[in-house]
């Protein structure tokens, strides 16, 4: 049985594994090789690694709730016998995703102090393609970090502190250039709109983490007592 509107999270096992690959590929590598115009094939493979990182779909297969990566071709099979603890993130008081996924946080926040470091010893007067990569990851990753260690129900400091980090990257921008052209303006605007994006998908959906002895799950879906639902009543008629 397919369950509606799920889609698991690269946030362990192989998955997050990938993710490791896909950043490695995509950001760190490509600055320490010394011909960086040879590159681009390896740098596409990040991406697609990345893609597949992330969840298709669920659904119910006999006594197990299966999960679906790497374009549904990788399954992961979650007995139900093995399911510990169900738990809605968003109706929390407290809850956060950084509570259940420390390294995760720990990945993004590496990610974040590299950008920053490069950005930092990156000589001023460069054309500016090469400081909107590291501002964009710093910017991008900062808003992830927050997202994952703010409590749910205290969303609008999420809100309050995306829309600041447009300040930041015209600061930083400024910094390195000395001046803001119209092409920064139309790429300081485009920041803002995929970070509402990025913001509306964040909180459109509900978490859920399955426990089991060795690992954490983490799902989002669009009703979360409609997947508990779903997973009681198979699972009382197995």
């Not at 590598?29 to 740098?43: G, H, I, N, Q, S």
């Not at 993004?108 to 490069?118: G, H, P, S």
């Not at 089991?212 to 879906?221: D, H, I, S, V």
């Amino acid at each position: 049985m397919k369950l509606e509107n799920v889609r698991p999270m690269n946030f362990s096992g192989i998955p997050f594994a990938l993710v490791v690959v896909a950043f490695s590929l995509i950001v760190i590598l490509p600055k320490a090789v010394t011909m960086p115009e040879r590159y681009w094939p390896l740098w596409i493979l990040g991406w697609v690694i990345l893609f597949a990182s992330w969840g298709t779909g669920a659904e119910i297969e006999g006594d197990s709730i299966v999960l679906k990566y790497v374009f549904g071709k990788l399954k992961i099979r979650i007995p139900f016998s093995e399911i510990e603890e169900i738990t809605t993130l968003n109706k929390l008081q407290k809850g956060t995703i950084a509570k259940y996924f420390k390294w995760e946080i720990f990945l993004f926040t590496i990610f974040v102090i590299y950008a920053l470091f490069d950005l930092i010893i990156l000589p001023r007067g460069l054309l500016r393609g090469y400081y909107f990569g590291d501002i964009g990851l710093i910017i991008f990753g900062l808003f992830y970090i927050s997202v994952f260690t703010v409590p749910f129900s205290k969303k609008w400091i999420i809100v309050i502190f995306t829309y600041s980090l447009i300040p930041l990257e015209v600061f930083i921008l400024h910094l390195k250039t000395g001046n803001i052209t119209a092409d920064d303006v139309f790429v300081l605007i485009s920041t803002a709109f995929v970070l509402t994006v990025a913001l509306w998908e964040a909180y459109s959906v509900e978490y859920v983490v399955i426990r089991t002895p060795k690992k954490l799950y983490l799902l989002t879906t669009k009703s979360a007592d409609e997947i508990i639902k779903a997973l009681l009543k198979v699972a009382q008629n197995v």
